[in-house]
């Protein structure tokens, strides 16, 4: 589901430029995601691969007191993910389980 061609917009061109070297070479997929999710949105979650597992993905803690904040947080998490991954293409469908974010494969 993911691979080293995916990206996400970054408006600001500075951590683009920056983004766009640290991915540049060899790097783990799913690092590749954290990093292009951080310049993107400023959300900030930890690469499961940096756990020691081949399994990719990432791992998420929120600590937002603020109901109306923690939703937009996830919100937007999930939005990336279906754009990174590709919604256009079919690719994957995003299930928002009370605050547990799901995603899947239609293949």
């Keep these: 589901m993911l691979n080293d061609r995916q990206k996400l917009q970054i408006k600001n061109a500075p951590i683009k430029t920056y983004v766009e070297e640290i991915t540049g070479g060899h790097i783990e997929n799913d690092k590749r995601f954290v990093y292009y999710l951080l310049g993107s949105t400023g959300i900030c979650v930890v690469p499961l691969t940096s756990f020691f597992t081949a399994l990719p993905g990432f791992r998420l803690t ?3 007191k603020d109901e109306g904040k923690f939703e937009k947080t996830i919100n937007t998490l999930a ?29």
């Design 62 to 64: 929120l600590l937002e």
């Design 79 to 107: 939005e990336k993910i279906v754009e990174y991954v590709g919604k256009d293409r079919g690719i994957c469908r995003v299930f928002k389980i009370n605050t547990i974010l799901i995603v899947r494969n239609q293949e």
